[in-house]
């Protein structure tokens, strides 16, 4: 088992940013591709960005050049840090991992955290 804890959310304004941190624990993650997704109020999960442990990155398109994930030497730590926030980034962030890094990026049989709110709002 993986366990996964989000901090890090709370509310920006509109331009503003944001950095969001993810904790693993459990079996030993050096293997694993690690994420982000999130979800908005009424909107499916989305994938948002993750990086496999070797240092691949992935990202949603449209979220280049704004988020940026990154992750520790130990391993253990993804944070994704988040520039020029819109309300449209409102969302609940889910941390994710998997073993494999196409299988996360699906979002289908993932570990995942308890998710941080995050609410861009003037």
């Known amino acids: 088992q993986v366990q996964l804890v989000e901090s890090g959310g709370g509310l920006v304004q509109p331009g503003g940013s944001l950095r969001l941190s993810c904790a693993a624990s459990?079996?030993?993650?050096?293997?694993?591709?690690m994420g982000w997704f999130r979800q908005a109020p009424g909107k499916e999960r989305e994938f948002v960005a993750s990086?496999?442990?070797?240092?691949?990155?992935y990202y949603q398109d449209s979220l280049k050049g704004r988020f940026t994930i990154s992750r520790d030497n130990a391993k253990t730590t993804v944070d994704l840090q988040m520039n020029s926030l819109t309300p449209e980034d409102t969302a609940v962030y889910y941390c994710?991992?998997?073993?494999?890094?196409?299988?996360?990026?699906?979002?289908?049989?993932?570990?995942w955290g308890q998710g941080t709110q995050v609410t861009v709002s003037s």
């Open positions: 994710a991992a998997h073993q494999s890094s196409s299988t996360l990026r699906t979002g289908l049989n993932v570990y």
């Open positions: 459990g079996r030993t993650l050096s293997p694993y591709a």
């Open positions: 990086r496999t442990y070797a240092g691949v990155t």
